[in-house]
Each structure stands twice: as structure tokens, then as C-alpha cells.
């Protein structure tokens, strides 16, 4: 809960309790585990992608592009809700074929 209190000059002070407080830490250590699983992610889809350039297998199983295409949108997915955490919405929109389309670096 926040309190605010007017001063006589038009100025709104803003006291916040230590709810607030706690719930932005939360949303801290949220957007961490957010950007630790895009990160993972990112190394799934690299890996994936020389496995199925290579027709190589990755896990004992030789990838086909629905594989690449569900691991880019669980990318999408987790960068969706990482914006949503951060911004309040989804300011940048993401597509499989510019992910896949991405050089690993």
C-alpha cells in the first residue's frame, strides 16, 4: 500500500510500504530467471541448428524443421513474457524465420 500525503505547496509525497518493496525484488529475481532461460534457449536453438544443417542427431533424434520452429517459439514465448515483466506489454515482436534466419554466435 502507498500513502500519499499533499503538502501545502501542491506536492504529492509518496510513502511506500515494504510490500511494495518486496514485490519489486521479486520481479528482480523474475526478470533473472526469465533471461537465464532465453539464454538456455538460445543454446538449444544454436545447437539445434547445426544438427539439422549437418542432418546430424541431437538428443537421438534427427531434427526436422517443426523441431527448430517449436524451440524458436518457446524462445518467443519466454521473450514474450520477459517484455511483459519489464515493459508491461510486448514492444518487440519476434517471428521464427528471423530466428532461425539469426547467425549463432
Same mark, same amino acid.
Given at each position: ?31 533473472? /530467471? ?5 539464454? !538456455? *534457449? @538460445?543454446?538449444? &536453438? ?6 539439422? +544443417? ?19 517459439? /518457446? ?5 514474450? !513474457? *520477459? @517484455?511483459?515483466? &519489464? ?6 515482436? +519476434? ?11
Amino acid at each position: 500500500m502507498s500513502c500519499n500525503e499533499v503538502t501545502p505547496d501542491k506536492r504529492v509525497n509518496v510513502n511506500n510500504d515494504k510490500s511494495e518493496v518486496g514485490s519489486q525484488g521479486e520481479s528482480k529475481t523474475n526478470v533473472d /530467471e526469465l533471461r537465464t532461460r532465453i539464454e !538456455q *534457449l @538460445q543454446s538449444k &536453438l544454436r545447437a539445434a541448428k547445426i544438427a539439422y +544443417l549437418n542432418r546430424t542427431e541431437l538428443n537421438g533424434k534427427i531434427l526436422e524443421y517443426e523441431d527448430l520452429a517449436g524451440i524458436a517459439k /518457446e524462445i518467443i514465448g519466454a521473450n514474450y !513474457q *520477459l @517484455q511483459k515483466e &519489464l515493459y508491461g506489454k510486448v514492444k518487440l515482436r +519476434l517471428s521464427v524465420a528471423k530466428l532461425l534466419r539469426a547467425s549463432s554466435r
